[in-house]
């Protein structure tokens, strides 16, 4: 009797690309990948062409040109003489502080609405609901004019605080002055000055900030070895060791010294002619940006906190009151945490929302970089589609890394499986 075996591995033959299941999927993930590089190569390549027969080139010489326009609120010294780059930069700085900012206010806030809306009280609970129904059904831009139109239209112009019986006054105990052209806030003055660290190209760093940085970071680090130390502990001994007052000590005492040490006090902003000094004057368009997109976003920043704690087992909730803990302990230690799980994924697409929509700036005439590069630059120079190309670049790489802290957050939180 003849024994016939099939060898293992059989010789190549290209139709083993279609019909060996081993290399079909790669074959199909090949085609589908030269195909939509064509594609892409015939969409440059023919937007190119037109370009030329425009008689244009497609090229980023532009930023490298005399800007030759003004821009408001500026994060770093900046002056028509620049050039369009230093322009686009400062865009992306008054961006990212007013969606950093939003990002924080908007949390802030919806959570408290979240929590808010699950209380027992009805009037409290029926009245943050009205609060999420307004903004988060009516447009984004319709919030952010109303918003401005109050500040440019009910505020009083800086002048109206002058006189014995001034028509207004200063609020939060006469450090901020609300005008019709700009909020006037306090600012940070130093008694003992270190000076400055200089980079280049008029940028500046305080030593004074450089020392609050380093020791941030350093009382981060002791913290951590503190709580590992303690983890450790109980391990060894079953009985965690108490680690609250060096935690306060490593992350506070230093900070306190450094304020001692640099004489750090607010300067109030005062009246001087017809304007305010010695603080800072912030852009209506920007506290109405940062407003509108505060509540529009914490409206639905609240429904996706109810819907986490919601989530939440209600038994959770009754054994912690069975071992003595209080309403808002228990929503603190054992709810919020667990809830966490559920609302940050999509609490990820609201911060991405949110740094988009700054881009609605323009309607106020906040200069940030759809302002900067995509329209005063974007029109000097009419180089609409590199200009267009770059914010679309930016942006993108914005949301990334925005997705990117996020989910290393979510990673941190999430149930871990033994």
């Known amino acids: 009797m003849t024994d016939v075996s099939v060898p293992a591995n059989p010789p190549f033959r290209l139709s083993m690309l ?121 447009p984004l831009l319709l919030w952010i004019l109303i918003i401005y139109a109050i500040f440019t239209e009910i505020l009083p112009p800086p002048n109206a605080y002058r006189g014995e019986d001034p028509a207004w006054s200063m609020i939060l105990f006469d450090n901020v002055a609300l005008t019709n052209r700009y909020t006037s806030i306090p600012t940070l003055g130093m008694t003992n000055d ?119 087992s209600r038994g959770q909730s009754e054994a912690a009151f069975a071992l003595g803990l209080r309403p808002n302990r228990t929503m603190s230690l054992v709810i919020l945490p667990q809830a966490l799980r559920v609302i940050i994924p999509p609490l990820i697409s609201q911060y991405l929302n949110l740094t988009k929509n700054s881009s609605l700036a323009i309607a106020v005439g906040y200069m940030d970089l759809r302002g900067t590069l995509g329209g005063t630059t974007l029109n000097q120079t009419g180089r609409e589609l590199e200009a267009i190309v770059l914010m679309m670049l930016t942006y993108l790489a914005l949301s990334l890394i925005i997705s990117a802290g996020m989910n290393v957050f979510n990673a941190s939180v999430k149930l871990k499986e033994r």
């Not at 609120?73 to 028509?80: G, N």
């Not at 970071?217 to 590992?228: H, L």
Request: aromatic share 14%; glycine share 8%; charged share 10%.
């Open 18 to 138: 279609i019909h060996d299941r081993r290399y079909r999927s790669l074959t199909f993930q090949v085609i589908v990948f030269i195909l939509v590089m064509a594609l892409f190569w015939w969409l440059i390549n023919n937007t190119l062409q037109n370009l030329a027969l425009l008689g244009k080139s497609f090229d980023f010489g532009f930023l490298f040109q005399r800007a030759g326009y003004d821009i408001p609120q500026t994060p770093i010294p900046y002056t028509a003489d620049d050039t369009h780059l230093r322009a686009a930069v400062v865009g992306l700085l008054n961006t990212l502080i007013v969606a950093v900012l939003g990002c924080i206010s908007a949390t802030v806030l919806g959570v408290i609405v979240g929590v808010a809306r699950l209380s027992k009280n009805w009037l409290f609970a029926r009245l943050m609901t009205v609060f999420v129904e307004i903004f988060r059904n009516m």
């Open 194 to 312: 270190p000076g400055s660290l200089d980079l280049g190209a008029r940028i500046t760093f305080n030593w004074a900030t450089i020392a609050f940085i380093v020791v941030l970071v350093g009382g981060w680090f002791a913290r951590r070895a503190i709580r590992n130390h303690a983890q450790s502990v109980q391990d060894r001994t079953g009985e965690r060791p108490t680690t609250w007052w060096k935690t306060l000590a490593v992350m506070v005492l230093p900070s306190l010294f450094l304020i001692w040490y640099f004489g750090l006090h607010l300067e109030p902003p005062s009246l001087q002619g017809f304007n305010f000094s010695g603080g800072l004057n912030v852009s209506n368009g920007l506290v109405a940006l940062w407003l509108a997109l505060t509540l529009y976003t914490a409206a639905f920043i609240a429904e996706i906190v109810r819907a986490g704690i919601l989530a939440v």
